[in-house]
């Protein structure tokens, strides 16, 4: 995703919100984000353990070993 400021005059501005919202661009007001609010989010991220990996590692193998049959 690509980050575009552009400066567009006050006359103009509703405009060209719409039209850009037509073509599905998202505005982000600038600022900072809240430092409290991001670490909350942090905090909510799930952790695998080796036995929640080892599924997909099963998989895998089972798939590598797989042999299409001959014609």
Known sequence: MEKL???IP??????VKQLLKELGVVFQ???KKNIS???SK???VSVWSDKDLQVF?????????LTPPQW
């Open 57 to 65: 590692e099963d998989s895998k193998q089972a798939f590598d070993n």
């Open 42 to 44: 942090l905090a909510n």
């Open 10 to 15: 006050e006359t103009k501005s509703a405009l």
């Open 5 to 7: 400021t552009i400066n």
């Open 37 to 39: 609010e991001v670490r």
């Open 29 to 31: 007001s600038p600022g």
